[in-house]
């Protein structure tokens, strides 16, 4: 039977190959193998147009060395809200847009194939022919990779957002639900960074307990506490300074 993939998944594809020349594509598939013609698949040309099947779904490899990270191509689709989605698995998650699926919501996913080596996208059959490019920040502010010290703005805050929520489970980021600044995000953006200052924040209050209980009102607990925190961080930066220089100049002493 003749068969061909959704012009809106090719339109994806091409994006992605631009975007990404040197992406792996070990994992993307169009149509399905014989197990999933046994069974009700979207890799199946079930959805006919003028006598021909049109598969309307398709893989894509994760490759995030080469800038398919699955996890955020799969948000940026979803915050999209691209009309021609129909649903999508990536890394143990489903989002499914149809109603009486939590619309546009990540939940666990419970088939056979938690697709972590690939994501899967299913796009709806009535403008699954839809070739409009697909508008993703990924493909408009595609760039060369920065200096060291030519590092942009969204730049960073791309980092910062795919530290605090790597592998889109918020679980992992304690104190998820506090609404956070860039700034605050930059400073906090891993589990031992709410950890450490929910730690620094305990040993302060122990402290001024101890300081009132001992010699009174009178103790200015603040200032010792501010020094102890200046001290802390002096050391810090200093042994950052040193494993630099001993990283830089390796185990011979040469630069």
Partial sequence: ??????RSLETLSEQFNTAFPDRSTASDGGIGDAAH??????????HKVDGIGVVTAR?????????????RLTDELAASRDPRIKYMIANGLIMDTRSGYSPWKWVPYRGANPHRKHFHISVNPHN???DTPWNLPSFTNTAP?????????DDAKRAIVDVLWRERHPSRVRGSDVKLSLADAALNGDLYGFENRAMLAAQAETIRTLAAAVTGSDFNADELIKRIDDTVRNTIADATVN???NVARGADGNV
């Fill in 145 to 153: 990779n920065n200096q060291e010290d030519d590092v942009s703005y």
């Fill in 243 to 245: 494993v630099d220089v």
């Fill in 37 to 46: 013609a046994s069974r009700s698949s979207d890799h199946n040309p079930w």
């Fill in 1 to 6: 039977m003749a068969w061909r993939v959704a």
């Fill in 59 to 71: 893989d894509f490899t994760h490759d995030p060395a080469h800038g398919m990270d699955i996890d």
């Fill in 128 to 130: 699954c022919d839809d």
